[in-house]
């Protein structure tokens, strides 16, 4: 009933930059805090930045300086540039977002819902 879908990942060199793009979609009343995370090869998943509604916005320190998440409230899109790419930035980045949305029967349910991964690959 609700679907978030990302795009955007790729390889790109040291020193480059990538924007990715989530898009939340189906019977969705609000969204809260959304979010980007990621998960390298052995290693467990990690908060990379998160946005709230109002755009307050928080990053892990390996990110700070060079990756900036933003949000279209009225697209329900949450977007990360990622400038300043390091190899130590490889992982499959997963959008997160916190929400309500409508039950066959109406009824708002909340759900803490997870995209399927887009891959960033940063190596020359």
């Known amino acids: 009933q609700v679907q978030l879908v990302e795009s955007g990942g790729g390889l790109v060199q040291p020193g480059g930059s990538l924007r990715l793009s989530c898009v939340a979609s189906g019977r969705i009343f609000s969204i809260n805090a959304m979010g980007w995370y990621r998960q390298a090869p052995g290693k467990q998943r990690e908060l990379v930045a998160t946005?709230?509604?109002?755009?307050?916005?928080n990053y892990a320190d390996s990110v700070k300086g060079r990756f900036t998440i933003s949000r279209d409230n009225v697209k329900n899109t949450v977007y990360l540039q990622m400038n300043s790419l390091k190899p130590e930035d490889t992982a499959v980045y997963y959008c997160?977002?916190?929400?309500?949305?409508?039950?066959?029967?109406?009824?708002?349910?909340?759900?803490?819902?997870w995209g399927q991964g887009t891959l960033v690959t940063v190596s020359s």
């Open positions: 997160n977002a916190g929400l309500t949305y409508y039950s066959d029967s109406y009824y708002l349910n909340p759900l803490d819902t």
């Open positions: 946005v709230t509604t109002g755009g307050s916005t």
